[in-house]
T-cell receptor, first 114, second 116 residues
């Protein structure tokens, strides 16, 4: 158990809809990262938050947004969903900002868009 | 452009034999390199990292990796493979920002299969 929790485990929705994925980092970790894992794109870094502020952006679509709350949990919002958004979404956390410490990954949320 | 390559989609090894999972990188500046493992239906788990110092890095579960600057490689190795090592392995590189936020780039992954 990494100490990182993600809800829900599975999510099935329709195209055009909006969903919210939730992540609680490991106790004491200030950085939260979001990743998308799909068969065709592999593992893609989406975005990083550190202590409530956005700090790094990867291949995140404009239809996607995230935030980190004062209690350090984070939410990833996916809107106007398309079939191609079906993937496994991981959250990870780490102690520092720079990403040089190991990241602890949650079990993921499997999103299926029908 | 910054990139990480894992040239083998799959590596098959007999139990007890040594294994190597290859990784090469292309970054400007100092590379910070990681290996993660993913078991079925699980998130990634950290194995080891190279930040600076000794080129041979030892990690979890008996794995080690050698940083080779001239060949821009960071191959993962284990002297004697176990069936339980069968999993998906990812190499990753952190780009930029030792003290500021930085981006992580993952390789495409290598599926390691250990046969009894």
């Amino acid at each position: 158990d990494s100490g990182v929790t993600q809800t829900p485990k599975h999510l099935i929705t329709a195209t055009g809809q909006r969903v919210t994925l939730r992540c609680s980092p490991r106790s004491g970790d200030l950085s939260v990262y979001w990743y998308q894992q799909s068969l065709d794109q592999g593992l893609q870094f989406l975005i990083q938050y550190y202590n409530g502020e956005e700090r790094a952006k990867g291949n995140i679509l404009e239809r996607f947004s995230a935030q980190q709350f004062p209690d350090l949990h984070s939410e990833l919002n996916l809107s106007s969903l398309e079939l191609g958004d079906s993937a496994l979404y991981f959250c990870a956390s780490s102690e520092g900002l720079a990403g040089l410490s190991e990241q602890f990954f949650g079990p993921g949320t499997r999103l299926t868009v029908l | 452009a910054q990139s990480v390559a894992q040239p083998e989609d799959q590596v098959n090894v007999a139990e007890g034999n040594p294994l190597t999972v290859k990784c090469t990188y292309s970054v400007s500046g100092n590379p910070y390199l990681f290996w993660y493992v993913q078991y079925p239906n699980r998130g990634l788990q950290f194995l080891l990292k190279y930040i600076t110092g000794d080129n041979l890095v030892k990690g979890s579960y008996g794995f080690e990796a050698e940083f080779n600057k001239s060949q821009t490689s960071f191959h993962l190795k284990k002297p004697s493979a176990l069936v339980s090592d069968s999993a998906l392995y990812f190499c990753a590189v952190i780009v930029a920002g030792y003290s500021s936020a930085s981006k992580i780039i993952f390789g495409s992954g290598t599926r390691l299969s250990i046969r009894p």
